[in-house]
């Protein structure tokens, strides 16, 4: 009599290690995978420790029974667990190595390898900018402190008045180059506290039109959004950054707009998205301007190269900034332009655990391509 059970993962084992385009997602390797072995659940992460770059359950939070490494060629092991009546652990050993030697795996891992071989070379780039921002802090305090003692005994009409108020002006420019650094340093750190989006965006819309009086920003923010697992002074760092760039980068006299509501993405929204976004529920949150657009070059560089900027006499750290700060909390970030059009920046943020969504949904309509 044939065991059925056993060809069944004999035929699992072949197409994992056999054609490219089997699965179009690890989530739906992984539900034929509790088919053919009669699981409850699974799951696969890279890398195993650590924050993970590429993560996918088909029951997440469910218990697990078994655990195999996933040795994956030239980059780090990722882990595959099972929760079910799997009897020969050693099925699951050789599906872990069948997956980390496999096209299909290669194909999940390839955009997420790439983020992390960013992430490492941002971190690289946050702690020299730690160091250097703490060295240029105290030089620029030293400035500021001494001009405006100077200022005091001068005649506020005097030329040297005038001169020192210069200095004074360009040495708190450098204060908040420092301040563009420390966040660069701290931004890969998560602390996913619940915070109001809606909140965030008011506070910082406030700001941003009292900044650039000559560009009139729009905004739709749907009502009662849920909170997002992102620390408050994140997401309003993360928000003002990107209004300040769309401010900047609008003519005078030209328009703004944000935007945000309640998003489901699935498996196919993730691919077009910078940073760790998962499946389900997000907080979208969207920032246009009236810009003269980017180049293809610029958008694949804007968020991941550190000083890279299109301004004249712009430090082009605020970008990468973002990415950092949302890359850390599990969201993602996407550009969409293209010359003379303008240029949207899509944010997707996920929701705390600390209440239930409060709003319907709307179905992710795809995001910008990479």
Request: glycine fraction near 10%; include cysteine; aromatic fraction near 6%.
């Amino acid at each position: 009599m044939t065991d059925t059970g056993a060809n069944a993962r004999i035929d699992f084992v072949n197409r994992v290690l056999g054609s490219s385009d089997t699965w179009p997602s690890p989530r739906a390797m992984l539900v034929d995978m509790c088919v053919a072995f009669g699981l409850r659940s699974a799951g696969v992460r890279w890398p195993a420790e650590g924050a993970a770059v590429l993560l996918a359950e088909t029951t997440p939070g469910s218990i697990t029974a078994f655990r195999a490494s996933i040795p994956v060629p030239d980059q780090a092991s990722g882990q595959l667990w099972a929760d079910g009546t799997l009897k020969d652990s050693e099925w699951l050993t050789l599906v872990a190595n069948a997956i980390g030697n496999s096209q299909v795996f290669r194909n999940f891992l390839g955009p997420a390898a790439d983020q992390a071989r960013i992430s490492r070379r941002l971190d690289d780039a946050a702690k020299v900018a730690g160091r250097v921002a703490h060295d240029l802090d105290n030089v620029f305090q030293g400035v500021t402190g001494f001009a405006s003692l100077a200022m005091e005994s001068l005649h506020s009409n005097s030329p040297a008045y005038s001169n020192i108020l210069e200095v004074e002006t360009s040495a708190r420019q450098g204060l908040k180059f420092c301040a563009q650094l420390h966040q660069l340093s701290r931004g890969g750190t998560a602390r996913p506290l619940p915070s109001a989006v809606s909140g965030a965006i008011t506070r910082e819309l406030a700001r941003v039109t009292s900044a650039f009086p000559a560009v009139r920003f729009e905004s739709d923010v749907f009502p009662n959004l849920p909170p997002v697992a992102v620390e408050a002074g994140g997401l309003q760092a993360v928000l003002g950054l990107l209004l300040d760039n769309a401010a900047e980068a609008s003519p005078k006299d030209g328009t703004g707009r944000i935007t945000a509501r309640l998003v489901e993405l699935a498996s196919a929204d993730l691919a077009g998205f910078l940073g760790s976004p998962a499946t389900g529920p997000h907080v979208e949150v969207q920032i246009s301007d009236s810009g003269p657009g980017l180049t293809e070059e610029a958008r694949q560089k804007m968020f991941v190269e550190p000083f890279f900027t299109t301004k004249f006499r712009h430090r082009g750290l605020s970008l990468t900034v973002v990415y950092r700060m949302i890359f850390a909390h599990r969201g993602g970030v996407q550009a969409g332009s293209s010359p003379g059009k303008g240029t949207t920046i899509r944010v997707v943020l996920p929701l705390s655990a600390a209440r239930v969504p409060a709003v319907e949904t709307v179905r992710s309509t795809g995001g910008f391509s990479r």
